[in-house]
T-cell receptor, first 114, second 114 residues
């Protein structure tokens, strides 16, 4: 019954590889997000989609490409992985994009680039 | 650049004491404020949300908001060892494209000593 689920939970890969992280929410929410949490635990927004449309695209290398096939899914594809991409990536969702709606997080995907 | 500031800690309190966690934010137009708790290796989970000046209580937790001072705090009464975690303050602006996202502070690590 996981509300926001993401896979894989752990990913170890070599520099230069391309990888994807998948995310699905079963809460019926309109808005989904990708956050990155670095080694210092700083949680920062990367992307946000509202009803499959991109509404937030923070300063993120274009090696990162989100894709939302429908409003329940938001996948993150990363090309040409670099050491600095090692972090925990959290998918999240909220009922609507604005106002005070609570954001619910997935369990995180631990990416290690070696 | 909208910022959310927290003392990174660690904040150590004895079991049964009151833990006080503080947060300041730079965007005066911010309307929604959240406290998330994050255990090591886990995802952030919502503890409290507050939207109006004053206090909001939920069990052992009290959130306090002072918009004039741009300050939000979280009090944890009768602290328990299970409260040991990192507490993240998050702020959402009231309008504009920025209202679609939460800006997180870097978190305060709380340690409750038995």
């Amino acid at each position: 019954d996981t509300a926001v689920s993401q896979t894989p939970k752990y990913l170890v890969t070599q520099m230069g590889n391309d990888k994807s992280i998948k995310c699905e929410q079963n809460l019926g929410h309109d808005t989904m997000y990708w956050y990155k949490q670095d080694s210092k635990k700083f949680l920062k927004i990367m992307f946000s989609y509202n009803n499959k449309e991109l509404i937030i695209n923070e300063t993120v290398p274009n090696r990162f490409s989100p894709k939302s096939p429908d409003k329940a899914h938001l996948n993150l594809h990363i090309n040409s992985l670099e050491l600095g991409d090692s972090a925990v990536y959290f998918c999240a969702s909220s009922l609507q994009a604005n106002s005070g709606n609570t954001i619910y997080f997935g369990e995180g995907s631990w990416l290690t680039v070696v | 650049q909208k910022e959310v500031e927290q003392n990174s800690g660690p904040l150590s309190v004895p079991e049964g004491a009151i833990a006080s966690l503080n947060c300041t934010y730079s965007d005066r137009g911010s309307q929604s404020f959240f406290w998330y708790r994050q255990y090591s290796g886990k995802s952030p989970e919502l503890i409290m949300s507050i939207y109006s000046n004053g206090d909001k209580e939920d069990g052992r937790f009290t959130a306090q908001l002072n918009k004039a001072s741009q300050y939000v705090s979280l009090l944890i009464r009768d602290s328990q060892p299970s409260d040991s975690a990192t507490y993240l303050c998050a702020v959402r602006p009231g309008s504009g494209a920025g209202s679609y996202q939460l800006t997180f502070g870097k978190g305060t690590k709380l340690s409750v000593i038995p």
